[in-house]
């Protein structure tokens, strides 16, 4: 009876709402009569309050972790019309499902079969996608998650682990991403600049894994979702760091440099102040020209991730020290999701063999410009973008780069 009012308000329906209020429910109770003897109490003494308080909250968190648990299964849900024709056809739907399921009762064969594949459908465990879809391909080294509108990429880290740069702006699709990859352990995500379409998701990426440390730039601008960064960090304890130019680290058979912004960072301006300049370098116009860039070494082939840089902060790259190790890369990340403010002397001093872009489907603010898409297709790159091609895997080189679609 709710469903197609639900779908209205969500254009989505869930497939585990049923089972997940069944296995909360014997906790409403007592949450619900605790909770109003906790506001009764309160005005007579606050001591009694708060240790009612107390106890409400363990039926409480199981509720909460349960709503959690099940919305985060990748086929908790499928997407559906949110409008009233799509509830009258959700109704139509669910009551031959009823007669169906009334005939389906008198089999308990069947019914065990439909069972279990629901539960498969819901839960989706890796080695059986991988099966069927094909993804993730094995041998991937590095995969650009379809976030819509918004950057997220995972780095191969070995068995179960990756590193992630960015988060995008949804929690759920790069959290999707991570499961469909097998990634359970985080040695370091990379937040390449405060922008909500980097940052929104890191939820996402902390749910359920562990998470070695988070990096991000000095730039700490928009200072909303700085905070929210940290807040993020700090409830589950991980540890924030700065990323600067020169700096180099190793995984496994997955090493990188960062090589922007520069070392010393500048700190957070005063309210109504203009950004400080880096020492030596052009003053950052915005977050977009403070985000970490890093080359990135894996399995044979040279990536160069510029975040969100723009055309005064590409420029100053190219003068950098480390310009000479961005020639001639196997794969760029293009900046900016493919926008028309790039510089074309650092195309051209990257030279890539493959081109990259993230940006959401029909998204407002036209990425990837055309003539970008152009300027890196006369340069000899391949392009691909995630809103036509989805996700997109980076196999192993032996020579040959070989890409793979989800």
């Known amino acids: 009876m709710c469903a197609p009012i639900v779908a209205v308000l969500s254009a989505r329906v869930s497939l585990v709402a049923v089972p997940c209020n069944l296995i909360a429910e014997f906790a409403i109770a007592p949450a619900t009569v605790l909770g109003f003897a906790a506001l009764a109490a309160a005005p007579a003494g606050m001591p009694v309050a708060k240790a009612l308080a107390w106890c409400a ?48 009762l ?37 995969v650009m998650c379809d976030v819509g509108q918004g950057d997220a990429m995972v780095l191969a880290a070995g068995e179960g682990a990756g590193v992630v740069v960015d988060a995008g702006p949804d929690p759920h699709l790069v959290d999707h991403c991570l499961r469909a990859l097998g990634i359970t352990r985080v040695p370091l995500v990379v937040l390449t600049h405060f922008h909500a379409d980097h940052v929104a998701g890191l939820p996402g990426v902390l749910r359920g894994r562990t998470v070695g440390a988070i990096e991000t730039t000095g730039f700490e ?47 957070n ?18 977050p977009n020209d403070a985000s970490v860039a890093m080359l990135v070494r894996s399995a044979g082939l040279r990536l160069l991730l510029l975040g969100d840089l723009e055309p005064p902060a590409q420029r100053a790259l190219a ?36 081109a990259l872009i993230s940006c959401g489907e029909d998204n407002t603010y036209g990425h990837p410009a055309p003539g970008t898409v152009a300027a890196l297709r006369a340069g000899g790159a391949a392009v691909l973008r995630t809103d036509r091609d989805g996700a997109l895997a980076v196999l192993e080189g032996d020579g040959e780069l070989r890409v793979a679609r989800d």
């Open 57 to 104: 909250h363990w039926p409480a968190e199981w509720i909460a972790t349960v709503a959690r648990t099940g919305a985060a299964l990748p086929g908790a849900g499928v997407d559906w019309p949110g409008s009233w024709a799509g509830a009258a056809l959700l109704a139509v739907v669910t009551s031959a499902v009823l007669l169906v399921g009334r005939r389906l």
């Open 106 to 142: 008198r089999h308990p064969w069947w019914c065990g079969v439909c069972g279990l594949l629901l539960a498969l459908a819901v839960v989706q465990p890796p080695p059986l996608t991988r099966v069927i879809t094909g993804w993730p391909p094995p041998g991937w080294r590095l």
């Open 221 to 267: 601008e928009p200072a909303e979702q700085a905070a929210f960064v940290r807040r993020q960090a700090a409830a589950r304890r991980i540890p924030v760091t700065r990323a600067a130019a020169g700096e180099q680290r190793r995984t496994g058979e997955l090493s990188w440099q960062v090589v922007w912004p520069p070392p010393g960072p500048p700190p």
């Open 269 to 286: 301006p005063s309210p109504g102040s203009p950004p400080q300049a880096f020492p030596g370098h052009p003053e950052p116009e915005g």
């Open 319 to 354: 003068r950098s020290p480390a310009a000479g190790a961005l020639r001639r890369v196997d794969v760029l990340k293009v900046a900016h999701h493919g926008s028309a403010y790039q510089d074309p002397g650092l195309i051209r001093r990257a030279a890539p063999r493959l």
